[in-house]
């Protein structure tokens, strides 16, 4: 009797361990609701599992009920074709497998470094816009696989990793990969579209499996030093050049040079020594190396009367260099000169540039800017363009130029068959309305009133460089802007000839007293002169006082309008 008093003592207290346990594990796991969101808290944090709601621009939030939201959960948004922009904020720790997968999301902001899932986005077939912010290293296995719509990606400098991200993103065209990436690991571009590539120096592992498949692949540049596995360029273009580089590191400013290479072609307004202080001249490029320079002028100390302002130094450029000035550089068109090559633009004295960035249009075989700078003490940007035997050159170069008075004027310069050209007209725009009337064929240079930020735009946009918008075709779109976390959708109707805007690269203020537009309707002014004449045709043939007082009041209410209206 007493065993079994004891037996039956132990299971009663194995029996309470477990129930307690299925309770706290039930508290801690039970899911909650908040507005069309479901959730559960774990720790502390919620994880959101559920979405109810038809909202098409989605803000994940930082706090359900006071709670702190840190992951979103396994297939949450999978399926649901009513999203269109989803900002995921930098409170976000871990997105979860599938959780956007077969989606209609259109654009996607990603503001801090959570850890990936598996399979995030794969076949999201609107997907063609994603900001990956300034903050995330890793982008997770088969993150964006078979999404044919994702046409250009801009990946941060503070991305390290790559795990078979883009495998199957067959019209992947425009990728640039940038310094720090350390590893391009599984199918990181299988089967995708891009024509050139650059893998940079930081690379330190590559698989097998990185660029199989890659049809329109003409042209990779690896380093000399980087193990490339058999079978990493694969069942590509049978054309491919695989071109090994050494890194030339000039005052700081590191540049890939293909290996062999004479260093001559690269010496630029300055004479370079190595490390020993060994003048380098008519020296072939097989191995990194490391360079300073000699200045070419002594800087102008302003406190020693003795020491007069020295002009601007004359650049030294490269041999073939093809040189433009800002002034002449949409008039002038260049003939096909040997490649690699150089292009200068040089800056107008008093003025400065910023921004300066580029970007490359594939619209040929094989291109690729391999370096740009800006050389502040000579006035001038220099592009080298590295173009292979297959293709001629097509990229765009943006920089705002900043004048004696602090103006700023945004820069375009398209560059094709090795000439520059004015591509479209190029507009400011102030968006302050829900609608907004455009025309096609043209490029604005986009503001918000309220300083929001572009987070997603609708298909047949084209969107290059930073609020550089181009309508290739009339119809009615949306523009997504955010602002605080609010998400704000305008409205724009494009067509032939709606909006009458003067061709301005900033935009104009009617409210501000300093900006001297001429903000009258003009069809108002017409409108009154019209009447005006009209009356005084009366006047004249009819010889009636009602006339004669109406045309004395017209005449009086454009004067006034054209004054002061």
Same mark, same amino acid.
């Given at each position: 009797m007493n065993q079994t008093k004891t037996t039956l003592a132990?299971?009663?207290?194995?029996?309470?361990?477990?129930?307690?346990?299925?309770?706290?594990?039930?508290?801690?796991?039970?899911?909650?609701t908040s507005g069309p969101w479901t959730y559960t808290v774990s720790d502390g944090n919620a994880t959101l599992t559920a979405y109810n709601g038809t909202e098409t621009n989605i803000v994940i939030p930082t706090a359900l009920e006071g709670t702190p939201v840190t992951s979103i959960g396994a297939s949450i948004f999978m399926g649901n074709m009513t999203i269109r922009s989803v900002v995921i904020p930098s409170n976000i720790t871990h997105i979860g497998n599938d959780a956007f997968r077969n989606s209609?999301?259109?654009?996607? !902001?990603? %503001?801090?470094?959570?850890?990936?899932?598996?399979?995030?986005?794969?076949?999201? %077939? $609107?997907?063609?816009?994603?900001?990956?912010?300034?903050?995330?290293?890793?982008?997770? !296995? =088969?993150?964006?696989?078979?999404?044919?719509?994702?046409?250009?990606?801009?990946?941060?400098?503070?991305?390290?990793?790559?795990?078979?991200?883009?495998?199957?993103?067959?019209?992947?065209?425009?990728?640039?990969?940038?310094?720090?990436? !350390?590893?391009?690991?599984?199918?990181?571009?299988?089967?995708t579209g891009i024509s050139s590539v650059i893998v940079p120096h930081s690379v330190t592992s590559i698989s097998a499996q990185a660029f199989n498949q890659c049809r329109n692949l003409v042209d990779a540049w690896v380093h000399y030093d980087l193990t490339v596995p058999a079978g990493t360029f694969s069942s590509s273009n049978s054309s491919l050049i695989i071109t090994e580089y050494a890194v030339v590191?000039?005052?700081?400013?590191?540049?890939?040079?293909?290996? =062999?290479?004479?260093?001559?072609?690269?010496?630029?307004?300055?004479?370079?020594?190595?490390?020993?202080g060994d003048l380098w001249e008519n020296a072939l490029i097989n191995e990194d190396v490391t360079l300073t320079s000699a200045p070419i002028v002594d800087p102008e100390d302003p406190t020693d009367p003795e020491d007069p302002v020295e002009p601007r130094p004359v650049p030294i450029y490269p041999q073939g260099t093809i040189v433009y000035s800002l002034e002449d550089l949409f008039q002038t068109n260049g003939s096909v000169p040997q490649f690699p090559t150089y292009f200068a633009i040089e800056i107008p004295e008093g003025n400065d540039i910023e921004n300066l960035r580029a970007t490359m249009s594939y619209t040929t075989d094989s291109s690729t800017i391999s370096t740009i700078w800006y050389y502040p003490d000579y006035g001038v940007i220099l592009a080298y363009l590295y173009v292979s035997e297959?293709?001629?050159? $097509?990229?765009?170069?943006?920089?705002?130029?900043?004048?004696?008075?602090?103006?700023?004027?945004?820069?375009?310069?398209?560059?094709?068959?090795?000439?520059? @050209?004015? @591509?479209?007209?190029?507009? =400011?725009?102030m968006i302050d309305s829900p609608t907004v009337e455009l025309e096609t064929n043209k490029l604005y240079y986009i503001e918000f009133e309220g300083d929001e930020t572009l987070v997603a735009w609708s298909p047949g946009i084209n969107f290059i460089g930073s609020r550089w918008i181009i309508f290739n075709e009339s119809g009615t779109f949306t523009v997504d802007a955010e602002l605080d976390g609010v998400v704000t959708t305008y409205t724009i109707t494009v067509s032939d000839s709606a909006f009458a805007s003067?061709?301005? #690269?900033?935009?104009?203020?009617? !409210?501000?007293?300093?900006?001297?537009?001429?903000?009258?309707?003009?069809?108002?002014?017409?409108? #009154?002169? $019209?009447?005006?004449?009209?009356?005084?045709? #009366?006047?004249?043939?009819?010889?009636?006082?009602?006339?004669?007082?109406?045309?004395?009041?017209?005449a009086g209410a454009t004067v006034l309008y054209f004054v002061w209206g």
């Open positions: 132990l299971v009663a207290v194995i029996f309470s361990i477990v129930a307690a346990g299925c309770m706290i594990t039930a508290t801690q796991s039970d899911a909650a209609s999301v259109v654009s996607v !902001t990603i %503001q801090g470094n959570p850890t990936m899932g598996t399979y995030i986005f794969r076949n999201c %077939q $609107s997907l063609n816009d994603v900001d990956f912010g300034e903050s995330i290293q890793t982008l997770g !296995t =088969g993150m964006f696989n078979s999404v044919e719509s994702l046409l250009t990606v801009d990946l941060p400098s503070s991305l390290t990793t790559i795990l078979g991200s883009f495998n199957f993103c067959k019209n992947l065209a425009g990728v640039t990969i940038p310094y720090g990436v !350390t590893t391009l690991s599984g199918n990181a571009f299988t089967n590191t000039l005052n700081g400013q590191y540049q890939y040079i293909p290996l =062999g290479s004479s260093i001559d072609n690269y010496l630029v307004g300055f004479d370079w020594y190595d490390s020993n297959y293709g001629v050159p $097509s990229y765009h170069i943006f920089f705002d130029v900043i004048d004696e008075n602090g103006v700023r004027v945004p820069w375009i310069c398209y560059i094709t068959q090795v000439s520059f @050209e004015s @591509e479209y007209e190029i507009i =400011g725009v003067q061709p301005l #690269l900033v935009p104009v203020d009617p !409210t501000d007293p300093g900006d001297t537009s001429d903000s009258k309707d003009s069809t108002i002014l017409w409108i #009154l002169i $019209s009447f005006t004449a009209i009356f005084f045709a #009366l006047m004249v043939i009819v010889k009636r006082p009602i006339f004669v007082v109406l045309t004395i009041v017209l």
